[in-house]
């Protein structure tokens, strides 16, 4: 992160995307662990700002990440703090604003008012353009967009405990026949 906007903020979060093994955005780790420390995402920072620095609590299991809690909403993740990411929509879901048309006066009077604002790059050629299953040029701010959307409207994705077992179970049967 840039160090001068750290320090002007008080807070920072991480940023990194990871993909599948196909390459596809679905899942984004809330948190990540550091030398015995835990760091959030920028998504999750972010929203944790908006709504008035509530307590953050990552609550750790033998088994990974039991629950990432923020104030009082429970965010379900999988063993390794991921939470699978409930999109919107394709790109520009969210509205897109250029810094020269902010710079210039040309945008809405209201348009930032109230609102998170992740600032960014969404030109081809810095590559922060990710496959996702809405798109295969899907900007990477809009996926941070879309996490901070997940955790605001509390729209989670999960797969239940039992799927495991189901999954299991449906390929010995599959095996079988």
């Not at 906007?5 to 990540?32: E, M």
């Not at 939470?83 to 897109?96: A, D, E």
Request: charged share 20%; glycine share 8%.
């Amino acid at each position: 992160n840039i160090d001068k906007l750290v320090r002007a903020s008080g807070k920072s979060g991480y940023y990194n995307i990871f993909p599948d093994i196909d390459g596809t955005v679905r899942w984004i780790p809330l948190v990540i662990s550091f030398q015995d420390r835990f760091y959030p995402a920028l998504s999750l920072e972010t929203v944790r700002s908006y709504v008035g620095n509530i307590p953050l609590r990552v609550r750790v299991a033998d088994h990974g990440i039991d629950t990432i809690q923020l104030g009082p909403v429970t965010i379900p993740t999988d063993e390794m703090g991921r939470l699978f990411i409930n999109f919107r929509g394709g790109p520009q879901t969210f509205p897109h604003y250029s810094v020269a048309d902010i710079l210039a006066g040309r945008t809405p009077a209201n348009a930032f008012r109230d609102r998170i604002v992740f600032v960014g790059s969404t030109a081809i050629g810095v590559y922060d353009l990710r496959v996702t299953p809405f798109s295969t040029v899907f900007p990477g701010l809009e996926v941070h967009a879309n996490v901070a959307d997940n955790i605001l409207r509390q729209t989670f994705l999960f797969r239940p405990c039992w799927a495991a077992l189901f999954d299991l179970a449906a390929i010995v049967l599959m095996g079988m026949l």
